[in-house]
C-alpha cells in the first residue's frame, strides 16, 4: 500500500463519509473565523488553553465529554436505525462494523471517562477544602493527553478508516491479517496516549485526596464523592498500566510483526482477551464508583438527611473495588477455559452485587422519612436506583456460567450492559451536571425543561433496551448488521429504534436547556442553592481562582451543615496572601507533539515519528531545567473579592 492509499480521504467510498468530511471543514473554519472576528484568541490562550486550575480543566473535560456525547450518540442512532427493520441496506457491513466500534470506544474512554474526571475535577479540591490538586501541571497535561487522544481517534474515519475489530479489539480479528487498514493502529494509539493522561490523573487524586484535606477532615469525614474518587484512582493507578502495555504489545504485532497475540509462531490470542478484561472489568467500576458518589452526595441533599450507613457505604465500595479484579474471566465463560475456572469466576461475579446491593439499599433507607424535594438531579438519582437494580440482576443471570451459554453474544448481553452504564454513570453524568452547574456557573438550569429532558431520556432508555432483552433471549445476535424478515426481531426492534429517538430528543432538551437558561435563568441564586451538606458549598458560585480565602476547619462529619445549623465555626484563621500555581503552556504543547508522534507512527511514516519524539524530549527537558515559583494573590485582592461576592472569609 503507497503513502496516497493510507492516507485515503474518506478511506472507502461513502457518501455519509463525504458529507462528514464537509461539515468537520465547515465547522472548523466557521469556529477559527468566530474567534478570530470577536478578537478571543488571546482570552482562549491565557484563560483556557494554558490554565492549571482545577476548575477550569474540569470544565473542559465536562465540554469534551458532552461533545463525545454526542459523536457517539449519532453513531448509536445510525445502528439502531440499521437494525429498525429486516434486511436494511442503510449501512453495509463494513460500515457497521466501523460505527459499533468508535461508539463503544468514544462512550467509554471520551466520554463516560471524561465526564467522571471532569466532575472529579473541578468538585474534589473543594470537598476537601484545597486550593487545587496536588500536581497542577501533570493534572492540565492529563487533560489534553485526553484530549490529543480523542481528536486522534475520532479523525480516523475520514483520514485512513476507523477501527472495525470492536471496542473491546479481540485478536486475531485485530490483527494486521484480518484488519489490513490503519484503523487498529489508530485504536492503539488513541488510547495509550489518552491511557497515559488517565493514568497522570489517578496518581494526581490519590496524593490530592492523602495529602492536601483540610485540617481535622480524616478519612473518615470525608463527603463520599471524596471516598469513590480515591478509591476509584487507586483502580485507575493499578489497572492501567496493564491496558499500556497490552496496547503496546498489539502495536509491535500489527506494526513490528511480533507475534504476541497471533495465533501462530508461539502467540495466544486469548493473552489479548485476558489482559484487556483484566483492566476491563475494574475500568466498568472506575465509570461506576464515582456515580455511587454522585449519587450519594444528591440523595443527601434533596432527601435533607445525612447519609445512612456512612461507614458501610465506604466499606462496600472497598469491597467491590477488590472484587473487581477477580471477575474478568466471566467475559469468556464460553472460550473454553474449563468448568472450575468458570465455577470460581462465577461465584466471584455473584459476591460483587453483595456489596452492590448494601448501597441500593443505604440509599433507600436515607431517603425513608426524609423530607424529599423532587428537583432533576433528584429525579435521575430516584430512576437510577430500579433501572440500575434490573441491569444488576440481569448481570447476576449472566454471572451463572451454564446459563451464559446462552446468553453470551446475544443482544441480551447489550441490554444489561447498557441498563448497568446508562442508569449507572449517565444518568449520574446529567444529575451531576445539574446538581454543581450553579457551583460552575453561578446560575441554575431551568428545571420544567430539566423535567422534560428526564422523562424523555428515562422512557426512551426503557424502550430501547427492554425489547434488546426480549430479541436476546429469542437468539438475536449482537454484532449482526442485518437480519432477516423471517427472524421475528423486526417489530421489537423497529420498538428500540422508537426509544432512541425519545433518548435523541431528551439530549436535545438538555442542550436547549443549557442555552435558555444561560440566556434567562437569574444569577442571584446565592452560593449554596440547594441547601447542601458538603463543603464545596461553602465558597461561592461560581468559585473565584482560590477557592477558599482561609482554608476551612473540619470539626464534624458534616462540618458545612454543621457550620449552617448548629453554629459551628468553618474560618478560624485571618485572610492571608495565597500562593497559586502560575499558567503554562507547556502542557498543551506537550500534548500536541504526543499526537504528531501518534499520528505519523500509524501511518509507518518515520519522519514525522520522529520530529513527535524530539519534540516530547524537549518539552520534558525543558520542564526539568524550568524555574517557575508560581505567583500570590495578596491579602487586599482576597479581601476586595471577597466584598464583591459579599462574602464572609469564604
Not at 495466544?268 to 452526595?297: R, T
Not at 485572610?575 to 508522534?597: K, T, V
Request: glycine share 8%.
Amino acid at each position: 500500500m503507497n503513502i496516497l492509499e493510507r492516507f485515503a480521504i474518506p478511506p472507502h467510498d461513502d457518501p455519509m463519509l463525504y458529507a462528514s468530511l464537509v461539515a468537520i471543514a465547515l465547522v472548523s473554519i466557521a469556529v477559527v473565523v468566530g474567534i478570530t472576528y470577536f478578537k478571543k484568541w488571546g482570552y482562549l490562550w491565557n484563560e483556557w488553553l494554558t490554565t492549571v486550575d482545577h476548575k477550569r480543566i474540569g470544565i473542559m473535560y465536562i465540554i469534551s465529554a458532552l461533545l463525545m456525547l454526542f459523536r457517539g450518540g449519532a453513531d448509536g442512532v445510525m445502528m439502531r436505525l440499521q437494525t429498525s427493520v429486516p434486511d436494511n441496506s442503510f449501512l453495509d457491513a463494513q460500515h457497521y462494523n466501523e460505527i459499533f466500534t468508535t461508539h463503544g470506544v468514544v462512550m467509554i474512554f471520551f466520554m463516560a471517562m471524561a465526564f467522571i474526571i471532569g466532575l472529579m475535577n473541578y468538585v474534589i479540591p473543594l470537598q476537601i477544602g484545597a486550593r487545587d490538586v496536588a500536581f497542577p501541571r501533570l493534572n492540565a497535561l492529563s487533560f489534553w493527553l485526553y484530549f490529543a487522544g480523542a481528536m486522534l481517534f475520532n479523525i480516523s474515519f475520514v483520514v485512513g478508516g476507523s477501527p472495525d475489530a470492536g471496542w473491546t479489539n479481540y485478536y486475531p480479528l485485530a490483527g494486521p491479517e484480518f484488519s489490513e487498514h490503519v484503523g487498529v493502529n489508530y485504536y492503539n494509539w488513541a488510547l495509550q496516549i489518552s491511557g497515559i493522561g488517565t493514568l497522570m490523573t489517578g496518581i494526581n487524586f490519590v496524593v490530592t485526596i492523602i495529602k492536601m484535606r483540610a485540617p481535622g477532615m480524616k478519612l473518615m469525614k470525608m463527603p463520599m464523592f471524596t471516598w469513590s474518587a480515591l478509591i476509584t484512582n487507586i483502580i485507575i493507578v493499578f489497572a492501567f498500566p496493564v491496558l499500556t502495555i497490552a496496547l503496546l504489545m498489539g502495536t509491535l504485532d500489527r506494526q513490528f510483526f511480533t507475534n504476541f497475540f497471533t495465533t501462530s509462531d508461539g502467540g495466544m490470542d486469548m493473552m489479548w482477551a485476558n489482559l484487556f478484561w483484566i483492566w476491563g472489568h475494574p475500568e466498568v467500576y472506575i465509570l461506576i464508583l464515582p456515580a455511587f458518589g454522585i449519587y450519594s452526595q444528591i440523595i443527601s441533599t434533596f432527601s435533607q438527611r445525612n447519609l445512612y450507613g456512612y461507614k458501610s457505604m465506604v466499606a462496600s465500595m472497598v469491597i467491590i473495588s477488590l472484587l473487581s479484579f477477580v471477575v474478568w474471566v466471566h467475559h469468556f465463560f464460553t472460550m473454553g477455559q474449563g468448568a472450575l475456572t468458570n465455577s470460581i469466576f462465577s461465584i466471584t461475579t455473584m459476591a460483587i452485587a453483595v456489596p452492590t446491593g448494601i448501597k441500593i439499599f443505604n440509599w433507600l433507607l436515607t431517603m425513608w422519612k426524609g423530607k424529599i424535594r423532587f428537583t432533576t438531579p433528584m429525579l435521575y438519582s430516584i430512576a437510577f436506583i430500579p433501572l440500575f437494580t434490573i441491569g444488576g440482576v440481569t448481570g447476576v443471570m449472566l454471572s451463572i456460567a451454564s446459563a451464559d451459554y446462552q446468553y453470551h453474544n446475544t443482544m441480551f448481553l447489550v441490554a444489561h450492559f447498557h441498563n448497568v452504564i446508562i442508569p449507572g454513570v449517565v444518568f449520574a453524568m446529567i444529575a451531576g451536571l445539574i446538581y454543581y452547574w450553579p457551583k460552575m456557573f453561578g446560575f441554575l438550569l431551568n428545571e420544567r425543561i430539566g423535567k422534560w429532558a428526564f422523562w424523555n431520556i428515562v422512557i426512551g432508555f426503557c424502550l430501547s433496551f427492554f425489547p434488546m432483552y426480549i430479541t436476546g433471549l429469542d437468539g438475536q445476535a449482537r454484532r449482526m448488521y442485518t437480519y432477516s424478515e423471517a427472524s421475528g426481531f423486526g417489530p421489537l426492534n423497529l420498538l428500540s429504534f422508537g426509544g432512541v429517538a425519545l433518548l435523541t430528543l431528551g439530549f436535545i432538551l438538555l442542550v436547549f436547556n443549557i442555552y435558555y437558561s444561560f440566556r434567562h435563568a437569574p444569577r442571584n441564586v446565592g452560593d449554596d442553592p440547594w441547601n447542601a451538606r458538603s463543603l464545596e458549598w461553602a465558597t461561592h458560585n461560581p468559585v473565584p481562582e482560590y477557592n477558599f480565602a482561609v482554608t476551612p476547619t473540619v470539626d464534624s462529619e458534616e462540618a458545612f451543615w454543621d457550620y449552617k445549623k448548629n453554629g459551628y465555626q468553618l474560618f478560624k484563621e485571618p485572610i492571608s496572601d495565597i500562593h497559586m500555581p502560575n499558567n503554562s503552556g507547556w502542557s498543551i504543547i506537550l500534548a500536541g507533539f504526543f499526537f504528531i508522534f501518534g499520528f505519523f507512527f500509524v501511518f509507518h511514516v518515520w519522519a514525522g515519528a520522529i520530529v513527535g519524539a524530539i519534540g516530547i524530549l524537549g518539552c520534558l527537558l525543558y520542564r526539568t531545567f524550568e524555574k517557575d515559583d508560581g505567583h500570590h494573590i495578596h491579602k487586599e485582592e482576597i479581601i476586595e473579592t471577597e466584598k464583591k461576592f459579599g462574602g464572609d472569609k469564604k
